[in-house]
């Protein structure tokens, strides 16, 4: 070995090879330095917790750092981030006062038997951990002002899906019987334009300015929509109560999931903007109230638009298209009860009940 020394610096150099961290590795270290800062490892150990039979020498944050660093470190499969992180598995463990790094099928055995209290005590966790520590002055949380001079403070709550396909199986009296591994977290559902039999739905929420995550929530199929409408509504709550903001002042961007009239009772008290998916939702009481009141008490407007409407282009939205020049409507108002809604879809509202 040949060692070069000058002042403080010190290189080696060896004709030995020896493998090469991963490049991920660096920003690993910086995330674990300051979740040790703030406290988040230690209470990690301590408030999440899950009781089963067999689990060795293991504990919950043995299993929570893997998850970390396989998402810090962009690995496109799990094998492929073990693969990586084997010839350093015990610096990678001492990061987080650990001693050994559970093997895939031992991940893959506690992920199975992983029950919703637990993911739920972690969820809680993170929220604490946003809410406890406030953005600093010249990062404010920001706002959205519209042309009456209100400050809205908006928040998106956004479920992406992602399909997986299902070929046929082999079935023969040789063979045992056939089964698939995504059948507990993939169901039959709406797939959008992605190839697939089978779905899994994740709903985000989030803060539209200062891109602060509140919540995420995964299902089969198309998931638990309502449920996990009111969850996400809950967090926005805490997030406003913890900085002092009205609940008047907030608007909910909803995916076009929720543009049915039986979401208007989860999302009581918020202003939310959606996109209709129901001809029965302008038939709700709500929004008949609002439709029937005088356009001077508006600050809202009606807009026709036909085809040649810059907004309305075939290739932004195909299904908009109607024989009538005026035949799609935009209704934006504000309700004095539910706050501002924006209902689209092409059924022509009467001269009377536009805004």
Sequence with gaps: MTSIADGSVHIQTSSESVPSPPSWFGEIVLMVTHLKKQGVLTKLREQVRFARKRFGRYEVIDFLVVLLGYAISGERTLEKFYESLQPFAGP???LFDRDRLPTRSTLSRFLAALTEEPVEALRTLFLDDLLARPLPPDKQTGGLVDRAGNTWVVFDIDGTREAARQRALPQGEDLPAAFRRLDEICA???TGRKRGEVV?????VSQAHSYQWLGSFGNRGNGRYRTELRQGCASIKR???AHQ???????????GQYGTGAVLSDVAGFAFVTRGKEYSLLDHPLVQARLHLPASGARGSAVP???GHPSCREKEE?????????GLRTVLHEPATTGVHCQRCGRVVSASRRL
């Design 305 to 307: 638009r036909s085809r």
């Design 200 to 204: 899994r739905t994740r709903t985000t």
């Design 239 to 241: 997030y406003l109560t």
């Design 318 to 326: 195909p299904c908009w298209g109607d024989t009538h020049s005026g």
């Design 92 to 94: 990678f463990m001492a």
């Design 188 to 190: 039959p559902g709406y």
């Design 245 to 255: 903001i009205s609940q008047a002042r907030a608007l909910l961007r909803l995916d």
